[in-house]
């Protein structure tokens, strides 16, 4: 696998990431705790080293799998985690309180088996609690040795600049994909300028940029997807045909939609490293081969085509959550 810094840091990981929230919260059926360890490892033997989970994921449960997955290899890996929600619950609301992140750290080591965070990110801005308040209980944290880098989540450009007087930011993650690029306005340029590194979810659309998804696909009960404006029915019809034009570039190379998809992002800076995340190995070792494909300016022309040829319909959030993203 190949390796990439993010940004400035000095934080160096494997090019393709694992999002590891899939396995056990938002998109359906969890996987048994066996089979989602047995997952997270073969990530490892495939060269994969950054790992991304969160205590609302589950809630809690996520953070315990990753932690016992990873604890024969702990040192050699990068565990990324986050904290920002009420009682470890969106539906509770955001808590960036200082006192709160330092609880939230002392229950995340226990759950990771851990005596370090890598990465700890701000999952969603706090409007209540000034980001300098934030940035400063983080600062304290790294002085513990407890934190090792600091992230921030879905924070817009005025945000960053403002954590990143207080302590450097390491990383930004936020969705961005072929079908979702506003990041490129202000952030990218901003995330550059700072030397923060990028790391992307959703890189696949949520499993749309597969191909695996049409209008006639259902989703089980509990599958986030069900709630999301992009994906009813009339929105897939007509953002099939932006999969259809992918396709057809990525038939023409021989990979497929979902390598055309991260390749492209690993294209637009060498300081991102996306973190698709999948149940299945087959799917893993697909998306980590990704990091193994390199697209012509041609082929980059042609894809860039294709997304001003074909826009998407549909909201990526249900309003009540739109309303939780920093601009």
């Known amino acids: 696998m190949q390796q ?16 590891c929230m899939g396995v056990n919260h938002s998109y359906g059926q969890a996987l048994a705790k066996s089979e989602a ?23 809690y449960i996520n953070e315990e799998v990753v932690g016992e997955a990873l604890a024969p290899v702990r040192d050699q890996v990068v565990i990324a985690t986050k904290f920002g929600f009420k009682i470890g619950d969106p539906a509770g609301g955001v808590d960036s309180r200082p006192a709160h992140i330092r ?31 934030v940035a400063g209980a ?15 989540s879905e924070a817009g450009a005025q945000t960053i600049r403002r954590a990143h007087a207080v302590q450097p930011v390491t990383v930004l993650q936020s969705e961005y994909s072929l079908w979702w690029r506003e990041p490129e306005s202000s952030v990218l340029p901003t995330l550059e300028e ?4 990028f790391v992307p979810f959703s890189p696949l659309g949520r499993g749309f940029l597969t191909g695996a998804i049409d209008a006639r696909t259902t989703f089980p009960e509990g599958d986030f997807r069900n709630i999301v404006p ?18 057809h570039i990525a038939e023409g190379k021989g990979v497929t939609l979902a390598q055309i998809a991260l390749a492209w992002l690993l294209a637009q800076k060498p300081w991102i490293v996306p973190i698709p995340g999948t ?15 390199t697209l012509t300016a041609g082929e980059l022309s042609a894809i860039e085509s294709a997304l001003q040829q074909h826009k ?16």
């Open 279 to 293: 149940t299945k190995l087959h799917r893993l070792e697909e998306n980590i081969s990704a990091a193994s494909v």
């Open 138 to 152: 983080i600062k304290e944290l790294i002085g513990t040795g407890k934190v090792k880098h600091f992230g921030l």
């Open 4 to 19: 990439r810094t993010l940004g400035r840091s000095g934080l160096t990981v494997s090019a393709i990431g694992l999002g």
């Open 37 to 59: 360890i047995g997952l997270i490892r073969a990530a490892v033997e495939r060269g994969v080293t950054l790992f991304d989970t969160a205590e609302v994921y589950g809630p």
């Open 194 to 197: 700072l030397g923060i590194g």
């Open 312 to 327: 998407i319909a549909g909201e990526r959030y249900p309003a009540h959550m739109q309303q939780r993203i920093d601009r």
């Open 230 to 247: 992009r994906f009813s029915v009339e929105n897939r019809k007509a953002n099939a045909e932006l999969v259809d034009a992918l396709g």
């Open 103 to 133: 609880e939230v750290v002392e229950a995340s080591l226990k759950r990771l088996k851990t005596d370090r965070i890598d990465l700890l990110y701000q999952h969603r801005v706090d409007p209540a609690v000034p980001i300098e308040d």
